[in-house]
């Protein structure tokens, strides 16, 4: 090999062992510490992102406190709405198992009618035909109603008109009256409470004729309201409060300017009401409040109104918080009333139509011992107890009135032996 070769491949591995010693002291001078330098960062990227994370956490807490809170509120409707249910399905299960012997009974008499129709005498044939026309005028209100208060009246509510004894003289001959007889009839015969029943079997012996007429209409729905007080079975009040609540809605709406369709449609509403859950109970005492307001401003001068309108008030002042929450989330506004408003409105009744009932008297003795006016209260105590029992309410008004009575002799340091010898002389009385 010649020399000046050796020297150039001599030369070639000195250059490329310098190139190699620059590559390494390049490696352990730059990329080496910028690799070390990467370490801290990271940690202190990591703590950056833990306190961000740190401070979401604190945040959501309180967003999760405020929907924790909401849903409080909606898992207590829910499980109201679901005991209400509970209820509703075993009252309907019930009746579906006291119902199906019946409906088993009334087809096997169906069935032995039509193979005997031939000996069935004149007088007969005019019974059936008055039990038929009841039947069939209550079962278009119950497909009516139906559709209006989701379904409550079941197939057996037909038959439910004839749970009460039919008076004899209807059963034998349906007399044909003029509109303005059949009335004045039924208003004379429902000023005697035995006598209401009557009433309601006279006006639904007449429905067909006269069922496009307003005070025909309207006095039919307060017959349905008397029998929903009448009656004794929950099924059978449930059934009288349905149907007169879609007569008394048919009758508002064909005359809307008749105060005593608004007043009866609103009882109704009322009594309706008994038998629903939280939410449509208040829907109905919405509906109840808005057309008693309306039958005020068309009969000023009803009494009935306003002791309907102290009853209400009194209620609502009474109400509790979830119930006033879900009537503001329903209507937008929470139903607010004071025993005062209560009370000035058991007074008007009492101005327009002085001595009008026990339980007017009772209420207003409540309202007064309420706000702490206990000689007031006791005033209004005895004359509770001065009135006649007649009705059912006055019954029970007249035991509220005693359970009164003793709440104030338990509380009030004006009793004295004077009020003890006449509370003495009222009962005497009252027992002879």
Known sequence: ?????????????????????????????????????????????????DSVTLQDDSHSEQGASV???????????KLNELLTNMEELKEEIKFLKETIPKL???????????????????????????????????????????????????????????????????????????????LQKVDHLRLNESNKMESFELLCDHKEKFSEEIE????????????????????????????????????????????????????LCGYVSEFEGLQNKINCGHLFKKHLDIAIQLLPEEPLLYYLKGRYCYTVSKLSWIEKKMAATLFGEIPSSTVHEALSNFLKTEELQPGYSVSNYMYTAKCYADLGESREAWKFCNLALLLPIVTKEDKDAHKEVKRIIGSLKRSDHLWSDDNTAYAVSLAIQEES
């Open 1 to 49: 090999m010649p020399h000046s070769t050796n020297k150039e491949l001599i030369l070639g591995i000195m250059v490329g062992t310098a190139g190699i010693s620059l590559l390494v002291l390049w490696y352990h001078k730059i990329l080496k510490p910028r690799t070390t330098m990467s370490f801290p960062k990271l940690l202190s990227l990591g703590k950056k992102f």
């Open 67 to 77: 929907v924790f809170q909401r849903r409080q509120l909606q898992i207590l409707e």
């Open 104 to 182: 088993e009974e009334c087809i096997q008499d169906e069935l032995g009618g039509k193979v005997t129709v031939h000996k069935i005498s004149p007088q007969h044939r005019a019974r059936k035909k008055k039990v038929t026309t009841v039947q069939r005028s209550a079962t278009s209100n119950s497909s009516e109603e139906a559709e209006s208060e989701g379904g409550y009246i079941t197939a057996n509510t037909d038959t439910e008109d004839q749970s009460f004894p039919v008076p004899k003289a209807l059963n034998t001959h349906i007399e044909e009256l003029k509109l303005d007889v059949l």
């Open 216 to 267: 025909f209409l309207w006095r039919l729905a307060r017959a349905y309201g008397d029998m929903y007080d009448l009656s004794t079975s929950t099924q059978e009040k449930k059934h009288y409060a349905n149907v007169g609540k879609t007569l008394g809605e048919r009758a508002i709406t064909r005359a809307p300017m008749n105060g005593h369709c608004h007043l009866w449609y609103a009882i």
